[in-house]
């Protein structure tokens, strides 16, 4: 490893685990929300990333959604969490079982505000009553309906049903946003070198009607995001 990508990982691992200990015990979805939203300022700005919204006056400013993102790299969440900052919206992220038992991630996944999913177990009815409960309680829910990050050379991969299934049981209007820049590769570039500065584009798109049938969610977010293979 280089210095700097050394650099990188120690304070990386630091910030990440001093925001797990710091978000134990808070509940309140708002405080989550600034406290996620400083952690990723704080990761990026040492990243030397930089975040350029396109679109951003479709930003909802109130509201319940569900926030529906591509999902190429790790810092994905922290592109989202900047882009939206603005935005009273705040909600919980679906997350994997593996990022729960991360020793990285463990900690700060399970105390930020997040919605386990299990893809071991053979009753999804948990999850779903989570995800009910967390609507209920007033939050967005965020989610990569990809289901796992796309490391394939196609702008983004199949979605998984779950999503569409979510925003129709709560009525929640979906709210897609497309990360345009290749994200992975930027953040490997400034891994090895954060002296320069980079971009990442992330683009808001349109409000989808979760009871329209018209096209698929798939079809609609590929649609207005000009998404072909």
Known sequence: MTFNQIKIAIYSLWLTNYYGFKLSGVTDSLKRKKARIIYANKLLNK???KIKVINKEKIPKNGQYLLTSNHRTIIDPLIVEI??????IHGDW???KELYNSFFFGKFTRNLGTILLNRETSRMSEFFKDVKKSVKDGNSIYIFPEGTRNQTNSPI???KEGAQIIAIKNKLPIFPVYIRSKANDILRDAINNSKIQRTIEIEIGNIIDSKDRTLSFEQSYKKQFNISY
């Open 83 to 88: 882009a939206t900052e603005q935005s009273n």
């Open 157 to 159: 991969s199949e979605f």
């Open 94 to 96: 679906i997350a994997k």
């Open 47 to 49: 990243l030397n990333i």
